[in-house]
């Protein structure tokens, strides 16, 4: 049980910043012991359980707390580890045992990059998925109701769209809803004029379908405009807008938790990165409500394509004939244009 | 100055000897990758909950590396608080940006609340990193209010961004004044007081570097434009169209809005230059209110801080460090932290008067971690 020899160190006072020179021997009873090696007056004395002894990090020196009398410090960092192993004390130096320096840091080095690219292609949408089944009902319909109030207050103003207008749309929104999971009472459908936003449609998670009046007068058919609601209703049904909020959210809070080991300026780029990556997440939530909207369009017995035909309505007014689309929050109108329509046909040939 | 050093002209009242005694940092990138990698691994394995204990380890490799005058630096703070003072924090946070998302009206009204809280956050954030600060054994407190943080950082940050960094000295002297000037060690105070010419002195420079970047990129941007100026109607026709139909956004969903890509492009290889060219003027600068703030620091009116940061030597080395860290990525990270603390320790220096061993103190370290967490979460810098 003893060690080897006495230990050299500082010995302080409690609250003192004057340091003697000092040694530090344990009896074979456990009782540890603080001596001033000149004159061999004793500093302290304390069974060695009952010192708080901090853990070890690097090389830097250990401290062995005294309770009430003072600390003493050494850097002799393997003579501590000695002692608190012969004493039998739990071993404390298992996560130091880990940081040494040797080939299998490598092994980590490598663990960390799988890690990091298991978490965000795996662990997330696991964790997005939970989250979303965690969520009540209320939540998405609070959130709504805030967004369609804020938006009523600050955008919108109400639709100038005739009654018989109306109602030829909702009966076909009937339509879709009924073949829809969610049912005919899962979705409601609001006109409104949309002010600066323009010809727009969009979806809120608990179901509300926002369609502005500028999309309507621009929609050459009413197939064309089903079409874009049944674009939405996807939306709705793949929850993207609470799924894109959780990703964020769990992306961002992880950087954060690293933060202090990466570098403020790495976790910036990281953080901005993550954006970019949000990106292209949205565009493949685009690519799948566009899907939903060939597969409903045809069950309804309507044009499975009349989403392309407003797209390609958007691409004659716009003349968007760019093809890159990284960046893009929705695929580039063209290849969209040609997937879409690719797939209607797929569909409809299945059907036949 | 309330001390000013004996030039030898009679009578000196006693005979002031002055010793200066250098930082060093003797942490090695071998010993600290280790640390390193250990707490990243174990951080992303526990989804976040080591991150406690790694920042306690990183922290007390870095403190307890700084030595001076023959004794190191010491950080106390418990895991378990650091952990506590983050979950609240990232709880706040992530409820916040739910808000901002979905409720972007009551957010705005959150985020005015929040920034009037920020003073508060600061205030008890420094007292808990000074608290569980020692050396020598006797801990370091901090006396500063919610007025002086609201003074130093509010004003002083609204200063700097509303004169467009004319009054930035000002704000630099009311934040190292606060800062550092509230700092206890063993309940003797410590003076920081500094002057304002002495900040304009150093505020030239990177002035200076900001408006010559700004002529000189503008003038590329210009030449650039001249040279392809049969291209330049397309491609405003094709950022006007594009900002036209960007207005067109919904929340999600919006299935007419084309590729802003192009936009994305123009507009960010536009402002990458500015980037760079603010980055660096920030840290020149950064360095060079530390020079003056340390080099006017007197602790217990008798000991003198000095801080000697080569301006362009502290630039290289910041962002050579951090194009390194994201080339490896990350890998090269352990060799920048520790190459930037090596810097630092060797550019500071305490010219002290009399002996360092005769302070004594009871500062305990108390309560939670919430403010030091908040800080250290959203990346503050404080070291400004």
Redesign the interface.
């Known amino acids: 049980m003893a060690s080897d020899g006495p230990i050299h160190g500082t010995w ?8 003697h020179e000092a040694e530090l021997s344990v009896a074979s009873g456990g009782l540890a012991s603080v001596t001033d090696p000149s004159s061999s007056t004793t500093f302290a004395e304390a069974p060695l359980a009952a010192i708080m002894i ?2 070890r ?5 250990r ?1 062995l707390d005294f309770i009430e009398a ?2 003493f410090e050494t850097s002799d960092n393997d003579a501590i580890d000695r002692l608190l192993k012969g004493s039998g004390r739990k071993h404390t130096s298992f ?1 130091h045992g ?5 080939p299998r ?1 490598a092994i ?2 490598v ?3 799988a ?2 690219f298991a ?1 965000y292609r795996f662990a997330v949408p696991v964790l997005v998925e939970v989250a979303i089944a965690a969520t009540p009902p209320v939540v998405p319909e609070l ?2 109701k ?2 369609l109030a ?1 938006l009523d ?2 955008v919108f103003e109400p639709t100038g769209l005739s009654a018989d207008k109306q109602k030829a749309i909702g009966d076909g929104f009937d339509q879709l809803k009924a073949l829809s999971p969610r049912g005919k009472d899962g979705y409601h459908l609001h006109y409104r004029k949309g002010g ?9 998670p608990d179901g509300t379908v ?1 369609l502005t009046d500028e ?1 309507v007068d621009m929609a050459k058919d009413d197939e064309m405009i089903l079409g ?1 609601l049944a ?2 209703i996807g ?1 709705v049904d793949y929850d ?2 609470l799924r ?2 959780y990703r ?2 769990g992306v ?3 950087i ?14 990281l953080v901005q990165g993550t954006g970019l990556l949000a990106l292209s997440h ?1 565009r493949s939530a ?1 690519t799948q ?1 566009d899907r939903n909207s060939v597969e409903l369009m045809y069950k309804a017995g309507k044009d499975p394509a009349a ?1 392309v035909r ?2 390609e309505l ?2 004659d007014k ?3 004939t ?1 093809n ?10 063209p290849e969209r244009i040609e997937e879409t329509k690719r797939y209607a046909e797929e569909v409809k040939a299945k059907g036949s | 100055m309330d001390q000013d050093i004996a030039t030898g002209s009679a009578p000196t009242p006693a005979p002031v000897s002055l010793k200066r005694e250098p930082f060093t940092f003797t942490g090695t990138t071998r010993e600290y990758f280790g640390i390193w990698i250990v707490n990243v691994l174990l951080t992303i394995l526990t989804l976040g909950i080591y991150s406690a204990w790694a920042k306690v380890r990183r922290q007390r490799y870095f403190y307890g590396n700084t030595w001076l005058a023959g004794a190191n630096f010491e950080y106390h703070a418990r895991p378990v608080q650091i952990l506590i003072g983050r979950l609240i924090v990232v709880t706040l946070l992530v409820a916040y940006q739910a808000t901002a998302y979905f409720a972007p009206l009551v957010s705005g009204i959150i985020g005015v609340a929040f920034i009037f809280l920020l003073p508060f956050f600061v205030s008890r954030g420094m007292r808990f990193n000074a608290r569980v600060t020692s050396y020598r054994n006797v801990r370091f407190d901090f006396t500063g209010k919610y007025g002086g943080a609201f003074l130093a950082y509010l004003l002083g940050g609204a200063l700097v961004y509303g004169t467009g960094g004319i009054l930035a000295p000002l704000a630099s002297q009311w934040m190292w004044n606060y800062s550092l000037g509230n700092l206890k060690y063993g309940n003797r105070p410590i003076k920081c007081d500094p002057r304002l010419e002495k900040l304009y002195g150093i505020w030239w420079l990177p002035a200076g570097i900001l408006v010559l970047g700004w002529i000189v990129i503008v003038a590329v941007l210009i030449g650039l434009a001249v040279t392809f100026s049969d291209r330049l109607g397309e491609l405003l026709a094709i950022v006007g169209e594009s900002l036209q139909e960007s207005r067109t956004e919904g929340s999600e969903g919006d299935v007419n809005t084309p590729s802003p890509m192009t936009v994305l492009i123009i507009v960010y290889s536009i402002l990458i230059p500015f980037f760079i060219l603010y980055a660096i003027a920030a840290l020149i600068y950064r360095a060079g209110t530390r020079n003056v703030a340390l080099n006017e620091t007197i602790i217990d009116g008798r000991h003198i801080m000095s801080s000697e940061i080569h301006r362009g030597r502290f630039a290289w080395i910041s962002i050579s460090n951090l194009v390194a860290t994201i080339a490896t990525l990350g890998l090269l990270r352990p060799w920048a932290a520790i190459r930037m603390a090596k810097y630092m320790a060797s550019v500071t220096a305490l010219d002290a008067t009399s002996s360092l061993e005769e302070y004594f103190g009871s500062i305990q370290d108390s309560g939670a971690a919430v403010g030091a967490e908040y800080l250290d979460v959203e990346g503050f810098d404080l070291g400004f």
Do not use: W, Y
């Open positions: 302080r006072q409690k609250d003192k910043a004057r340091g901090s853990d990090v690097g090389s830097i020196p401290r003072g600390t996560v880990l940081e040494k320096f040797r840091l980590f080095v663990a960390v990059i890690l990091c978490i959130m709504s805030s967004v804020s207050g600050a600066f936003i323009g010809p727009n449609a969009f979806a809120l926002i999309l874009v674009h939405e939306h993207h807008s894109q909020l964020a959210a961002t809070a992880l954060m938790m690293i933060g202090g080991d990466i570098g403020s300026g790495t976790e910036d780029l949205s685009e409500a989403i407003f797209f958007i691409r716009f003349h968007d760019s890159a689309d990284f960046f893009s929050t929705h695929p580039a109108t």
